[in-house]
C-alpha cells in the first residue's frame, strides 16, 4: 500500500460501515455452504473464485429487479440463477439451504478488535448492509464485544439495496436526524466498490477501502473506482484512525 496522508480522517464522526466483506467473510462463508461445495463438486464446474465471478452479477441482478425482497430470498434466486447459468444441478431446497445460510458466515478476525477501538475513540459506528434483519442479527453477535453500533441500516429496512443511491441518501439523511452529523462528516468504510464506494462518491462522500486481500465480488473488474483512502484490514485502518486523532 502506497503511503496517504491520513490526516484529514480526523473530521470524520461516523463510519459507514458495509457489513459483509468488510466485516464479515461472506465469501469464504458462500464458499464453506455444503451448497455451494455441491456446485464446485459438479463436472464442468469452474473453480471457487470462477463460481463467485458468476454469482456476484446475478446477486446484483436479483437485487435491482426485486428491491423488496429480502436478503434470504435474494440468496435463494441467485443460487439458482447461478447454477443454472453454470449448467450445473442445484434443487430448490438446495437453494433455500443456501439463502438461510447468513449467520454461518464468519467473522474477519480482527473485526471485533478494530470495532472496538473505533468505539472507544468517540465515533458513531453505522451498519449500512445489504441484508436482512434477521441475517444481521446473527452477525452482529460475532461483531459487537464490548460495544454496540450506534444504528443499523438495512436493505430490508430502507427497501432497496445499494448501490441504488436511495441507500445512501437514507443513511445520510438519518444521520442528520440523529446526531446532526453532516454528509461531510461521514466516511464510507467498506471493502465493494461496486455497492458503496462508486455510489457513496456520487452521493458526495469520501471513503476509506478496506482492501482485504483477495476479495472477489464487488472489487473485481472495478480497478476505475479509486477510493480516497486504502487499508488491507480493519486493524490497519483503526490504526490510522488513532494516529489522525491525536
Known amino acids: 500500500m502506497a503511503s496517504q496522508d491520513i490526516s484529514a480522517l480526523k473530521n470524520y464522526k461516523a463510519l459507514l460501515f458495509d457489513c459483509y466483506g468488510t466485516l464479515i467473510d461472506w465469501e469464504r462463508g458462500l464458499l464453506a455452504t455444503p451448497q455451494i461445495r455441491g456446485l ?3 463436472d464442468g464446474a469452474p473453480d471457487e473464485q470462477g463460481l463467485l465471478a458468476a454469482f456476484s452479477p446475478n446477486e446484483v441482478r436479483v437485487q435491482a429487479a426485486t428491491p423488496g425482497i429480502v436478503y434470504d430470498e435474494v440468496l435463494t434466486q441467485a443460487f439458482k440463477d447461478t447454477a443454472h447459468d453454470l449448467g ?3 434443487t430448490d431446497a438446495d437453494a ?7 449467520p454461518s458466515w464468519p467473522a474477519f478476525p480482527d473485526s471485533a478488535d478494530a470495532l472496538k477501538r473505533l468505539s472507544d475513540m468517540g465515533l458513531k459506528l453505522i451498519i449500512h448492509s ?3 434483519n434477521a441475517g444481521f442479527a446473527a452477525s452482529r453477535k460475532k461483531l459487537e464485544k464490548g460495544y454496540e453500533f450506534d444504528q443499523v ?4 429496512n430502507i427497501g432497496s439495496y445499494k448501490p441504488d443511491h436511495r441507500n445512501f441518501e437514507y443513511s445520510i439523511r438519518r444521520l ?3 446526531y446532526g452529523i453532516e454528509r461531510d462528516e461521514i466516511l464510507v468504510t467498506a ?8 455510489p457513496g462518491h456520487i452521493a458526495g462522500l469520501k471513503g476509506a477501502w478496506i482492501s482485504r486481500p483477495g476479495a472477489n465480488m464487488g472489487v473485481k473488474k472495478f480497478d476505475h473506482i479509486v477510493p480516497d483512502w486504502e487499508f488491507p484490514t480493519m486493524m ?4 490510522a484512525m488513532e494516529k489522525a486523532r491525536v
Open 153 to 156: 441500516f438495512t436493505a430490508e
Open 130 to 132: 445489504n441484508v436482512h
Open 176 to 178: 442528520k436526524e440523529l
Open 96 to 102: 433455500k439451504a443456501f439463502g438461510d445460510s447468513v
Open 40 to 42: 464446485l463438486a459438479q
Open 88 to 90: 450445473l444441478s442445484a
Open 191 to 198: 471493502n465493494s466498490k461496486l455497492h458503496d464506494h462508486e
Open 236 to 239: 490497519d485502518f483503526a490504526d
